[in-house]
């Protein structure tokens, strides 16, 4: 099954640069990742920089941050079905991404992330993202929709975060920002790179 939504992505970034997909991997998995992260253990205030020190700027981005680990758990089978995407994207495409990093995303009332991208043109560092949402019951007037503009900074489209809803799309190519969420909104946002493992 996951060769098809492979195959899918894969051929929507050659075409398109992003694609969206509902019902992407498992609802049962979707619905465990967010009792897990409901949990809310170590969640760090997210900041817009890491160089040369964690930089926090809460007029830009509000959203808290859990990196996740291959620890045996119900985040190792997401990391399983990103692992194999990572492969199957070197394979079909002879990319040489050599790792993926991700963390749980939490968004309480209010919080917004506003447009940026995820990598610097011509870096070295972060080529393709993904957003994967968790959100149950998720309803049009809950904000917090995921909005994606083209390298000129043209509307392309607004997700709302419901459960079970993968994005995928170019680093590099395309801006986009996180409404503000109306109630309280999780999210796992994962980058496969080209870099050393950090």
């Known amino acids: 099954m996951n060769q098809a939504i492979y195959s899918k992505i894969t051929d929507a970034l050659v075409d398109d640069g992003y694609i969206v997909i509902e019902n992407a991997i498992s609802k049962n998995l979707s619905h465990l990742l967010l009792q897990d992260a409901k949990i809310e253990s170590n969640f760090r205030r997210a900041g817009i920089s890491n160089f040369p020190a964690l930089h926090i700027d809460t007029n830009r981005r509000r959203d808290k941050i859990h990196w996740l680990d291959d620890d045996g758990s119900v985040r190792s089978e997401f990391l399983a079905f990103a692992d194999g995407l990572k492969e199957y994207l070197n394979k079909t495409l002879f990319l040489v991404l050599t790792y993926y990093e991700s963390h749980y995303a939490i968004y309480n009332t209010g919080d917004f992330y506003e447009t940026h991208v995820d990598a610097f043109k011509n870096s070295v560092n972060r080529v393709v993202t993904t957003v994967y949402y968790l959100n149950e019951g998720w309803r049009e007037g809950d904000g917090g929709e995921l909005v994606i503009y083209d390298e000129h900074n043209n509307f392309l489209k607004k997700v709302p975060p419901k459960a079970n809803t993968l994005v995928v799309f170019l ?10 969420a109306i109630k309280k909104r999780y999210s796992i946002a994962g980058w496969f790179r080209v870099d050393k493992v950090a």
């Open 171 to 180: 680093s590099e190519k395309f801006p986009h920002e996180v409404l503000p």
